[in-house]
């Protein structure tokens, strides 16, 4: 159970896009389409985004999406705003009814 | 509307034991799988355990196995977890969280609770 590997901080100027990487193994982001992002603002409860690799939840923004290759997963957030300064996190399902978050990228809006 | 409430940290020492509690409301709790996810101060979000929706399978993580139990009670709309022989690095803002939407996604947490393990 090894967590996920994010990159430490992705930025960007308001509107641009910004990607953020998410990369596992065979035993879970491989072998599962059950990937879920998070979004963390400090002192608050993480907020799901993105889930089963490329649904949203009702009410989040058109702006986030998710995708999936081989073993890592992506969350592409499209023109970025102040507000998307904040901690993201992937999570996926695992071998065994266990699961797995990432290690976290901090965005920062130039 | 969901609404999750987490209870029961506290500062405790090294090999104590502890039971957290997680109130919910404004779903069928006995319908759904609940989750606990804890994040150390200024760390990361690391998965804990799942307990179904009737209580007849609990997963753990392997940080935890052994010493953790997930538990539920459908009759009063509350999950627990039972932390026993607690180590320094199980300090942390636990979080109760529900199953769903879709195959995995945790789209509703509550507040979380904050264990303190510290001698």
């Given at each position: 159970?090894?967590?996920?590997?994010?990159?430490?901080?992705?930025?960007?100027?308001?509107?641009?896009?910004?990607?953020?990487?998410?990369?596992?193994?065979?035993?879970?982001?491989?072998?599962?389409?059950?990937?879920?992002?998070?979004?963390?603002?400090?002192?608050?409860?993480?907020?799901?985004?993105?889930?089963?690799?490329?649904?949203r939840p009702s009410g989040v923004s058109t702006r986030f999406s998710g995708s999936k290759s081989g073993n890592?997963?992506?969350?592409?957030?499209?023109?970025?705003?102040?507000?998307?300064?904040?901690?993201?996190?992937?999570?996926?399902?695992?071998?065994?009814?266990?699961?797995?978050?990432?290690?976290?990228?901090?965005?920062?809006?130039? | 509307?969901?609404?999750?409430?987490?209870?029961?940290?506290?500062?405790?020492?090294p090999g104590d034991s502890l039971r957290l509690s997680c109130a919910a409301s404004g779903f069928t709790f006995?319908?759904?799988?609940?989750?606990?996810?804890?994040?150390?101060?200024?760390?990361?979000?690391?998965?804990?355990?799942?307990?179904?929706?009737?209580?007849?399978?609990?997963?753990?993580?392997?940080?935890?196995?052994?010493?953790?139990?997930?538990?539920?009670?459908?009759?009063?709309?509350?999950?627990?977890?039972?932390?026993?022989?607690?180590?320094?690095?199980?300090?942390?803002?636990?979080?109760?969280?529900?199953?769903?939407?879709?195959?995995?996604?945790?789209?509703?947490?509550?507040?979380?609770?904050?264990?303190?393990?510290?001698?």
């Amino acid at each position: 159970q090894s967590a996920l590997t994010q990159p430490a901080s992705v930025s960007g100027s308001p509107g641009q896009s910004i990607s953020i990487s998410c990369t596992g193994s065979s035993s879970d982001i491989g072998g599962y389409n059950y990937v879920s992002w998070y979004q963390q603002h400090p002192g608050k409860a993480p907020k799901l985004l993105i889930y089963d690799v490329t649904n949203r939840p009702s009410g989040v923004s058109t702006r986030f999406s998710g995708s999936k290759s081989g073993n890592t997963a992506s969350l592409t957030i499209s023109e970025i705003q102040a507000d998307d300064e904040a901690d993201y996190y992937c999570s996926s399902y695992s071998n065994s009814n266990t699961y797995v978050f990432g290690t976290g990228t901090r965005v920062s809006v130039l | 509307e969901v609404h999750l409430v987490e209870s029961g940290g506290v500062v405790v020492q090294p090999g104590d034991s502890l039971r957290l509690s997680c109130a919910a409301s404004g779903f069928t709790f006995e319908d759904s799988d609940m989750h606990w996810v804890r994040q150390p101060p200024g760390k990361g979000l690391e998965w804990v355990s799942l307990i179904n929706w009737d209580g007849e399978s609990a997963y753990y993580a392997d940080s935890v196995k052994g010493r953790f139990t997930v538990s539920r009670d459908n009759t009063k709309s509350s999950l627990f977890l039972q932390m026993n022989s607690l180590r320094h690095e199980d300090s942390a803002l636990y979080y109760c969280a529900k199953d769903g939407p879709g195959a995995y996604g945790l789209e509703h947490w509550g507040q979380g609770t904050l264990v303190t393990v510290s001698s």
